[in-house]
Nanobody, 122 residues
Framework: QVQLVESGGGLVQAGGSLRLSCAASGRTASTYAMGWFCQPPGKEREFVAAISWSGGTTYYADSVKGRFTISRDNAKNTVFLQMNSLKPEDTAVYYC???????????????WGQGTQVTVSS
């Protein structure tokens, strides 16, 4: 079992930045790929970014390329999502997840956090 706890969400104006964190505990998560997904109001969960266990491979949704950066610190079992140039359409609940491989498919992840709300005002 792996437990995931997200933090860092909040209310920010358009153009601003937030840094999300996801701390993993339980079975070591350092050998897992980790991903971020978001669920905008009234919509399905969407892929945002993912990173391999080594950090050497990253993968982004087209909508966030150049604005968001995913990184991880395996010594702290933590993954980060630096979100810059935020837009109102980035408003969503953001979830982190762990799984065996880097993928944009939600079904490819085995464990999920509870989510953290990000609200971007115009």
């Amino acid at each position: 079992q792996v437990q995931l706890v997200e933090s860092g969400g909040g209310l920010v104006q358009a153009g601003g930045s937030l840094r999300l964190s996801c701390a993993a505990s339980g079975r070591t998560a350092s050998t897992y790929a980790m991903g971020w997904f978001c669920q905008p109001p009234g919509k399905e969960r969407e892929f945002v970014a993912a990173i391999s266990w080594s950090g050497g491979t990253t993968y982004y949704a087209d909508s966030v390329k150049g604005r968001f950066t995913i990184s991880r610190d395996n010594a702290k079992n933590t993954v980060f999502l630096q979100m810059n140039s935020l837009k109102p359409e980035d408003t969503a609940v953001y979830y982190c997840a762990v799984g065996p491989v880097v993928t944009a498919i939600a079904g490819g992840y085995d464990y999920w956090g509870q989510g953290t709300q990000v609200t971007v005002s115009s």
